[in-house]
């Protein structure tokens, strides 16, 4: 039995596409199989030699905050209002709130609990620092 190693699906440009386990013994149409057992290569990174460069700016695409950060991040003062402002939000919102562990800064909630938080806390700043991605 092959064990699996780790690729970089090199596309155009040299550009990481997809990273990938598999035995090594296939081929991709167009696309080069670069071996990443250091687990260097990242999605949208690119290709050069022998070096994988990470790409400049982050990728929001899979951007989330997990609530439990929010918690860790806030101070106690802070985590009792912003309880506190969830159990008077309307139902819906608390509903949602509390059905996820995740939340989605691309969901269209996400703009409501941002407001929910900053009125809370006192501060948007304040508030988009609570909600940061979360990292990893």
């Given at each position: 039995?092959?064990?699996?190693?780790?690729?970089?699906?090199?596309?155009?440009?040299?550009?990481?596409?997809?990273?990938?386990?598999?035995?090594?013994?296939?081929?991709?149409?167009?696309?080069?199989?670069?071996?990443?057992?250091?687990?260097?290569?990242?999605?949208?990174?690119?290709?050069?030699?022998?070096?994988f460069k990470a790409p400049?700016?982050?990728?929001?695409?899979?951007?989330?905050?997990?609530?439990?950060?929010?918690w860790e991040r806030a101070?106690?003062?802070?985590?009792?209002?912003?309880?506190?402002?969830?159990?008077?939000?309307?139902?819906?919102?608390?509903?949602?709130?509390?059905?996820?562990?995740?939340?989605?800064?691309?969901?269209?909630?996400?703009?409501?609990?941002?407001?929910?938080?900053?009125?809370?806390?006192?501060?948007?700043?304040?508030?988009?620092?609570l909600l940061a991605p979360?990292?990893?």
């Amino acid at each position: 039995m092959t064990t699996a190693q780790r690729y970089a699906v090199i596309g155009s440009g040299g550009r990481v596409e997809n990273v990938i386990l598999a035995d090594g013994s296939f081929s991709l149409e167009g696309k080069r199989l670069v071996p990443d057992p250091k687990g260097q290569a990242h999605i949208g990174g690119t290709y050069r030699g022998t070096t994988f460069k990470a790409p400049a700016e982050p990728s929001d695409a899979f951007a989330f905050v997990r609530k439990a950060d929010i918690w860790e991040r806030a101070t106690e003062e802070e985590a009792e209002k912003i309880a506190q402002a969830f159990d008077e939000a309307p139902a819906r919102l608390r509903g949602i709130w509390a059905g996820t562990p995740i939340l989605d800064p691309t969901d269209a909630n996400f703009a409501e609990f941002r407001e929910i938080i900053a009125k809370a806390v006192g501060t948007k700043k304040r508030a988009d620092e609570l909600l940061a991605p979360s990292g990893g």
